[in-house]
């Protein structure tokens, strides 16, 4: 054999670092700190799948932008001395203000080992109660309402179900952009057994698109509907009263409260904005099929009455008997990949560990298995409430470990400012610009994290499933795992034996024995029979599901036996309040404010920013309007906006769609002041409290709108970034070979050449301008290659970017390619807005196919590709079938 020809690497199986679907992945590294990266066909959520955002992992593994040194007041230092100055600091000010003046604030895309040893650090040994999660703006809705009516935080059912209900309700939750291969096992089980999708959302998504029926409700009216629904249950005789006799308990009151909001169809259509005809149609399917599997997530969740949303939706399960059996139950979806793992080692202010609270004998029992010198006997603050301690000065220390607060908290400008306060701000990153990463406290410090491809443990996906997510990278630089990070500092701190762990092994291990420690069935969460594992077992684990007792049998569903974790083992219907619609809405601020996610970005985009892939389908921050709204405004598509709250502002690019209701606007809040200038939706956002969980309202603050007249429009795209003076506003997104920024200016189109003579000094610049028109197009070269490019127009005429990034990919274009940069008239077509991310296939292609006599998403995947890898953009392409067709028949 020939010495030179080295084996492949072979591939690593590991989990999607994403969604809470929890795809399998196949990590192939090409040796180079890159990795070929493929859907593992033996994972059971995924079987070889995966969406646009799991198939372009490999585009954002480089080392651009990463954290690789700590870092102390923005200077870089040893290990030795930024953990020194964490200890020191915690042990001083603990001694100064009690232990009680530190708070943590975690995140569910910590690994479960990670999240276990802060927790324990915490909790057991500094002694604070103030540990809380990014979870408490993601799930803590749904595990309040799990506790209230199960007794225990257990997601009743399994994937499975969704392939074989015959009904899915899909309630405030945009799973085809946000699970989407979960939504494809839906879109299976329709095609295979005529499963009927329902879509409850106040915005018709391209996952309402999908639906048989969509309900485009008023915003927070869920309770109204699901209470409306119960009673018509109750009163077509379609109760399960054996299931409701033998193992529930509280129905009547429920019932009597249900019927006192919304009795019959038409008090349900009137408290919901929905017809009665839709309503009559959403309850009798319902009533008449067994098989429903009700799914939610953040429209639930994120509400200021989240916890009686999620309750509602439960009680016509518990009614109708229909949990814990093959296609049937309530089914929180979760959002992060380890959100689960978060919730059972107990990372939620008001959890202890591993699914126990605060009973006296709790935490005696938490104590004695932690030897914990300082356990806490209560719960903490919740993120909302400690970020306001924060500004009042009773929290002194905050460790921010996994998660971006600056971006993703509500009233984030505030929460930026109240830092400054801080006696000591700690941050664990992957990355060193992150909107948090360069926030500032009294005292600073940066702490780089092994980031995805670097770090080995587990995660729990939204069936309760265990994944291990492995290395198959280096460590880059001085980054160190989170656990071995937390471990370091409590080592300072004197507990050397408490967090001597030799690995990831070790501590899954103490983990799994404190689920099944004095446990004998009394706790949901068991997983005694991997409390033994030995390191090389641990490391080959495959996906399994929780429970997995020491005796006895794990479970794939819970509950079909009618036994809860409620002392008398039945569960609690719960009596829900009316729903209270968005307070504060004024003459200053008429209009509410929605906020969420687009298919192709993760949260602050720290990740798939980086990709060109990720980044072509939604480039620009944006504001989606209702056309009654926008025209007496004079808000065009296109127009750039400024939506104002009492708590903030940002400047987005308004799209007209009729996809919002009228008095709504939805914007993502993906973007932060390292992508844009003044897109970070967080700012704007209220977040008042759910009073039972504590999560924050994020889907409805009160908001208002006006254009904002810019003189200039236009885009430069730089081989590496570049900024733009102050007062301009821009949005940068990563594209083929460099970098790209949308842009708006008051200034001349002569000044703006002016500008670009200066900054590419010494370069070829070839330019075109017509500045009567108020137009300037100009293109660097470099020794022939071409390095910036830059377009220039009256905002009313800007100029699109679509084949300007498609010439910029090549280094060296053509003659012709040269021309059309300077034109704008490309001599070929342009392939307009990317809608198949995974094959670059743009929207113009897409409507020519489909001119061309394309009639089926299939036909169109036959014609370009699009949509034909991952099927995240299936819905998209559905939609512009009927538009081109008909386009073409007028
Ligand atoms: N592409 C992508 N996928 C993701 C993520 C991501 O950042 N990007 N993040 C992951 C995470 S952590 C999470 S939590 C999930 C979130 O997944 P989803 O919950 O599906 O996402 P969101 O867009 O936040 O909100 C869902 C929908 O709730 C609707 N809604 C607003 N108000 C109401 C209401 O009063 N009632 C009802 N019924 N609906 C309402 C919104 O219009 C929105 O369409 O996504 C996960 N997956
Ligand atoms: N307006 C509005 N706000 C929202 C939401 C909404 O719908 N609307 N949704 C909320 C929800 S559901 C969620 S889950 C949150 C998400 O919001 P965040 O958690 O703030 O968002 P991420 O961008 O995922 O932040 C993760 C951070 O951890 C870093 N990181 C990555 N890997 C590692 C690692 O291994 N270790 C460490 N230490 N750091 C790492 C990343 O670079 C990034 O900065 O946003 C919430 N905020
Ligand atoms: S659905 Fe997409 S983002 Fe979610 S885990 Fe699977 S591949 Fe990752
Ligand atoms: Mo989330």
């Given at each position: 054999?020939?010495?030179?020809?080295?084996a492949p690497a072979?591939?690593?199986k590991t989990?999607?670092?994403?969604?809470?679907?929890?795809c399998g992945?196949?990590?192939?590294?090409?040796?180079?700190g890159?990795a070929?990266?493929a859907?593992?066909t033996?994972?059971?959520a995924?079987?070889g799948r995966?969406?646009?955002?799991?198939?372009?992992?490999?585009?954002?593994?480089s080392l651009d932008k990463r954290?690789?040194h700590?870092q102390?007041?923005?200077?870089r230092?040893?290990?030795?001395?930024?953990l020194?100055t964490?200890a020191?600091?915690?042990r001083?000010?603990?001694?100064?203000?009690?232990?009680?003046?530190?708070?943590f604030y975690?995140?569910?895309?910590?690994l479960?080992e990670?999240?276990?040893?802060a927790?324990?650090?915490?909790?057991?040994?500094?002694?604070?109660?103030?540990?809380?999660t990014?979870s408490?703006?993601?799930?803590?809705s749904?595990?309040?309402?799990?506790?209230?009516?199960?007794?225990?935080?257990?997601?009743?059912?399994c994937?499975?179900d969704?392939?074989?209900?015959?009904l899915i309700v899909?309630v405030?939750?945009?799973t085809?952009?946000?699970?989407?291969?979960?939504?494809?096992?839906?879109?299976d089980a329709?095609?295979?057994r005529g499963t009927?999708?329902?879509?409850?959302?106040p915005?018709?998504t391209?996952?309402?698109?999908?639906?048989d029926?969509f309900?485009g409700?008023?915003?927070g009216t869920?309770?109204?509907l699901f209470?409306?629904l119960l009673?018509?249950?109750?009163s077509?005789?379609s109760?399960?009263?054996?299931f409701v006799?033998d193992?529930?308990?509280?129905?009547d009151?429920?019932l009597?409260r249900?019927?006192?909001?919304?009795p019959n169809?038409a008090?349900?259509?009137?408290?919901?904005?929905?017809s009665?005809?839709?309503?009559a149609r959403?309850?009798?399917l319902?009533a008449r099929t067994?098989?429903?599997v009700?799914a939610?997530?953040?429209g639930v969740?994120?509400s200021?009455?989240?916890?009686?949303?999620?309750?509602?939706?439960?009680?016509c399960?518990?009614a109708?008997g229909r949990?814990g059996l093959?296609?049937?139950?309530?089914?929180?979806?979760t959002?992060?990949?380890?959100a689960?793992?978060g919730?059972?080692?107990g990372?939620?202010a008001?959890?202890?560990a591993?699914h126990?609270?605060?009973?006296?004998?709790?935490v005696d029992?938490?104590r004695?298995?932690?030897?914990?010198?300082?356990?806490?006997?209560g719960?903490?603050?919740?993120a909302?409430a400690?970020f306001?301690?924060?500004?009042?000065?009773?929290?002194?220390?905050?460790?921010v470990?996994?998660?971006?607060p600056i971006v993703?908290m509500p009233?984030?400008n505030q929460?930026r400012?109240s830092?400054?306060g801080?006696d000591?701000?700690?941050?664990?990153e992957?990355?060193?610009d992150?909107?948090?990463?360069?926030?500032t406290?009294?005292k600073?410090?940066?702490?780089?994290a092994l980031?995805?491809?670097?770090k080995?443990?587990?995660v729990?996906?939204?069936?309760?499933r265990?994944?291990?997510?492995?290395s198959f990278?280096?460590?880059?630089g001085?980054?160190r795992a989170?656990?071995?990070?937390?471990?370091?500092v409590?080592?300072?701190l004197?507990?050397?034996q408490?967090?001597?762990y030799?690995g990831t092994?070790?501590?899954?291990?103490?983990?799994?024995a404190?689920?099944a420690?004095?446990?004998?069935?009394s706790?949901?969460?068991?997983?005694?029979?991997?409390s033994?594992?030995a390191?090389?077992?641990?490391?080959?684990?495959?996906?399994?599901?929780?429970?997995?007792p020491?005796?006895g049998?794990?479970?794939?569903?819970?509950?079909?036996?009618?036994?809860f974790?409620?002392?008398?083992k039945?569960?609690?219907?719960v009596?829900?309040?009316?729903?209270?619609?968005?307070?504060?809405v004024s003459?200053?601020?008429?209009?509410?404010?929605?906020t969420?996610?687009v298919?192709?970005?993760w949260?602050?985009m720290?990740?798939?920013g980086?990709?060109?892939r990720l980044s072509?389908h939604?480039?620009?921050p944006?504001?989606e309007?209702?056309?009654?709204?926008?025209?007496?405004l004079?808000l065009?598509?296109?127009?750039?906006?400024?939506?104002?709250?009492?708590h903030?502002t940002?400047?987005?690019e308004?799209?007209?769609?009729d996809?919002?209701?009228?008095?709504?606007?939805?914007?993502a809040f993906?973007?932060s002041?390292?992508?844009?200038s003044d897109a970070?939706v967080?700012?704007l956002?209220?977040g008042?409290?759910?009073?039972?969980?504590?999560?924050?309202e994020?889907k409805a603050?009160?908001?208002?709108?006006?254009?904002?007249?810019?003189r200039n429009?236009g885009?430069?795209?730089?081989?590496g970034?570049?900024?733009l003076?102050?007062?301009?506003?821009w949005?940068?997104?990563?594209?083929q070979?460099g970098s790209?920024l949308?842009?708006?200016?008051q200034?001349s189109?002569r000044a703006?050449?002016?500008?670009m003579?200066g900054?590419?000094?010494?370069?070829?610049?070839?330019?075109?301008?017509?500045?009567a028109?108020?137009r300037?197009?100009?293109?660097?070269?470099?020794?022939?290659?071409?390095?910036?490019c830059?377009a220039?127009?009256?905002a009313?005429?800007?100029?699109g970017?679509?084949?300007?990034k498609?010439l910029?990919?090549?280094?060296?274009?053509?003659p012709?390619?040269?021309?059309?940069?300077l034109?704008g008239r490309?001599?070929?077509?342009?392939?307009?807005?990317?809608v198949c991310?995974?094959?670059?296939?743009?929207?113009?292609?897409?409507?020519?196919?489909?001119a061309?006599?394309?009639?089926?998403v299939e036909?169109v995947g036959?014609?370009?590709k699009?949509?034909?890898?991952?099927?995240s953009?299936i819905?998209?392409i559905?939609?512009?079938l009927?538009?081109?067709?008909?386009?073409?028949a007028?």
């Amino acid at each position: 054999m020939n010495a030179h020809v080295q084996a492949p690497a072979a591939p690593v199986k590991t989990t999607c670092p994403y969604c809470g679907v929890g795809c399998g992945v196949l990590a192939t590294p090409d040796g180079q700190g890159g990795a070929e990266i493929a859907g593992d066909t033996g994972h059971p959520a995924n079987f070889g799948r995966l969406c646009s955002k799991g198939s372009a992992l490999g585009e954002t593994l480089s080392l651009d932008k990463r954290l690789l040194h700590p870092q102390v007041d923005g200077a870089r230092t040893s290990w030795e001395s930024a953990l020194g100055t964490v200890a020191g600091s915690l042990r001083r000010i603990a001694e100064q203000h009690g232990p009680d003046a530190i708070a943590f604030y975690l995140s569910g895309q910590l690994l479960t080992e990670d999240y276990y040893v802060a927790n324990k650090l915490a909790k057991g040994f500094l002694g604070t109660p103030h540990v809380d999660t990014n979870s408490r703006l993601c799930m803590s809705s749904a595990v309040a309402a799990h506790r209230r009516a199960f007794g225990s935080d257990t997601v009743p059912g399994c994937y499975e179900d969704l392939d074989e209900a015959d009904l899915i309700v899909l309630v405030g939750s945009n799973t085809a952009w946000c699970h989407p291969i979960l939504f494809r096992r839906m879109v299976d089980a329709r095609a295979k057994r005529g499963t009927k999708l329902v879509v409850i959302d106040p915005r018709r998504t391209q996952t309402g698109e999908e639906a048989d029926l969509f309900l485009g409700l008023k915003p927070g009216t869920d309770t109204a509907l699901f209470s409306g629904l119960l009673a018509h249950l109750a009163s077509t005789g379609s109760l399960d009263y054996r299931f409701v006799l033998d193992h529930t308990s509280g129905l009547d009151g429920a019932l009597e409260r249900a019927r006192a909001i919304a009795p019959n169809v038409a008090a349900t259509a009137a408290a919901t904005g929905l017809s009665e005809a839709d309503v009559a149609r959403f309850f009798e399917l319902f009533a008449r099929t067994k098989r429903v599997v009700t799914a939610f997530s953040q429209g639930v969740n994120q509400s200021a009455q989240g916890t009686d949303k999620g309750n509602a939706i439960i009680n016509c399960h518990l009614a109708t008997g229909r949990i814990g059996l093959p296609g049937a139950g309530p089914f929180s979806l979760t959002g992060q990949p380890n959100a689960m793992g978060g919730r059972e080692v107990g990372g939620l202010a008001n959890m202890l560990a591993a699914h126990m609270h605060f009973a006296p004998e709790e935490v005696d029992r938490v104590r004695r298995f932690w030897g914990a010198p300082n356990i806490i006997t209560g719960e903490g603050m919740k993120a909302v409430a400690l970020f306001e301690a924060i500004e009042r000065g009773k929290i002194k220390a905050l460790w921010v470990m996994g998660t971006n607060p600056i971006v993703s908290m509500p009233r984030a400008n505030q929460i930026r400012e109240s830092l400054k306060g801080l006696d000591l701000y700690v941050v664990s990153e992957a990355v060193a610009d992150s909107d948090s990463a360069r926030a500032t406290g009294k005292k600073t410090v940066l702490l780089p994290a092994l980031a995805w491809g670097e770090k080995d443990g587990t995660v729990t996906n939204s069936e309760r499933r265990i994944s291990r997510q492995r290395s198959f990278l280096k460590a880059p630089g001085e980054a160190r795992a989170d656990w071995q990070i937390i471990a370091d500092v409590a080592k300072r701190l004197g507990h050397a034996q408490a967090f001597a762990y030799s690995g990831t092994a070790a501590i899954f291990r103490e983990h799994a024995a404190l689920s099944a420690f004095e446990n004998n069935g009394s706790r949901d969460f068991d997983l005694g029979g991997m409390s033994e594992i030995a390191d090389a077992t641990y490391a080959a684990t495959p996906p399994l599901q929780w429970p997995l007792p020491k005796r006895g049998k794990g479970k794939t569903r819970l509950f079909a036996d009618g036994q809860f974790y409620t002392f008398d083992k039945r569960a609690r219907f719960v009596a829900v309040q009316a729903p209270a619609l968005a307070q504060g809405v004024s003459e200053a601020y008429p209009l509410v404010l929605n906020t969420g996610r687009v298919r192709d970005h993760w949260h602050t985009m720290t990740r798939t920013g980086k990709s060109q892939r990720l980044s072509a389908h939604r480039a620009v921050p944006f504001v989606e309007v209702h056309p009654d709204d926008a025209a007496p405004l004079g808000l065009k598509e296109g127009d750039l906006a400024r939506i104002a709250t009492p708590h903030g502002t940002a400047t987005l690019e308004t799209m007209v769609t009729d996809a919002v209701r009228p008095g709504n606007l939805f914007a993502a809040f993906h973007w932060s002041a390292a992508t844009a200038s003044d897109a970070r939706v967080g700012a704007l956002v209220r977040g008042v409290p759910d009073p039972v969980s504590g999560q924050p309202e994020l889907k409805a603050t009160p908001a208002a709108i006006a254009a904002v007249p810019y003189r200039n429009r236009g885009f430069l795209l730089t081989r590496g970034e570049h900024g733009l003076p102050e007062g301009w506003w821009w949005a940068r997104a990563t594209i083929q070979g460099g970098s790209g920024l949308q842009f708006a200016t008051q200034e001349s189109s002569r000044a703006v050449a002016l500008m670009m003579r200066g900054l590419f000094q010494g370069h070829d610049l070839a330019e075109y301008a017509d500045h009567a028109r108020g137009r300037y197009r100009c293109a660097v070269y470099e020794s022939g290659r071409l390095v910036a490019c830059l377009a220039l127009g009256p905002a009313e005429a800007r100029p699109g970017w679509e084949e300007a990034k498609a010439l910029f990919a090549e280094a060296e274009p053509e003659p012709a390619a040269r021309r059309s940069l300077l034109s704008g008239r490309a001599e070929t077509a342009s392939a307009g807005p990317t809608v198949c991310a995974c094959h670059g296939v743009g929207v113009d292609v897409i409507t020519g196919v489909i001119a061309a006599g394309a009639g089926t998403v299939e036909a169109v995947g036959a014609a370009c590709k699009a949509g034909t890898n991952c099927g995240s953009c299936i819905p998209e392409i559905r939609k512009l079938l009927p538009e081109a067709l008909a386009r073409n028949a007028a």
